[in-house]
């Protein structure tokens, strides 16, 4: 079932008070594209991540940042987390954490590569299969958002090799209610793809605070390596203190 939101999606919002830090510091933790935990559908991928922040009073920041992804035969998912770095860094951005997760089992794992340590646990019940940001699935609900906006279907097209249905959802504040006393017009777009059970891009605009993209790219339809799924040698456990998945 698709989400239902206000004005502002409350998702976008809290992306924005990550970004509220310095941009070194950011790592990437959108659930835009949410790899689900579905059997019988392996790839291997990196999701390309691009923002421009407006700030207040300040210049306009481009970011960007990688996620390596990944799925198997089992379902089980495995992301890496990277910090924000400037657009124009010709290098990769630094590793923040890795997460895999198991749905056979409900275990999941954080590695955190810079201390070498690792926390695991299991989740008390399965997440769903998906996020509530799927709105171009089959199984999305086509009702609109609010009075103030409406969707319109973009077909199926290609994006990066990989068939997907795009849907493009525009909000507009009045005038009359904005704080900059014109007509405010947010976007959002997602592309879903049937055969990868997920959405594989996810476009965001607001006039206000910037945009967001994030496309999976680089897609290989097989097993991934299963040593992906394990922690590696010399990795020591977190024992103490209480982990918060992030």
Not at 27 to 55: K, Y
Not at 82 to 106: K, M
């Amino acid at each position: 079932m698709r989400s239902r939101f206000a004005l502002v999606d409350v998702s976008w919002l809290v992306f924005l008070v990550l970004l509220a830090a310095t941009p070194g510091t950011l790592a990437q933790n959108t659930s835009g594209i949410f790899l689900t935990p579905v059997a019988s559908a392996p790839f291997t991928g990196v999701i390309d991540v691009e923002r421009t922040m407006i700030q207040p009073n300040g210049p306009v920041l481009n970011l960007k940042t990688i996620r390596e992804v990944a799925r198997d035969s089992q379902g089980r998912v495995y992301n890496v987390f990277r910090e924000f770095v400037p657009i124009s860094q010709g290098t990769a951005p630094p590793v923040i954490r890795i997460h895999f997760y198991d749905p056979q089992t409900r275990s999941y794992t954080y590695l955190y590569p810079r201390q070498r340590t690792y926390w695991t646990g299991t989740v008390n019940h399965p997440p769903a299969t998906g996020p509530a940001d799927l709105v171009a699935s089959p199984a999305a609900n086509s009702v609109p958002l609010n009075q103030f906006a409406k969707d319109e279907d973009l077909g199926t097209h290609t994006v990066e090799g990989v068939a997907a249905h795009g849907i493009r959802e525009t909000q507009t504040i009045p005038a009359a209610t904005s704080s900059t006393g014109n007509d405010i017009v947010l976007t959002d777009e997602y592309w879903y793809s049937d055969e990868l059970h997920m959405n594989v891009m996810v476009k965001h605009n607001d006039p206000r605070t910037g945009s967001l993209t994030m496309t999976l790219t680089q897609v290989t339809r097989t097993d991934p390596d299963p040593a992906l799924f394990q922690v590696p040698e010399g990795y020591k456990p977190i024992t103490t203190g209480r982990m918060t998945p992030q």
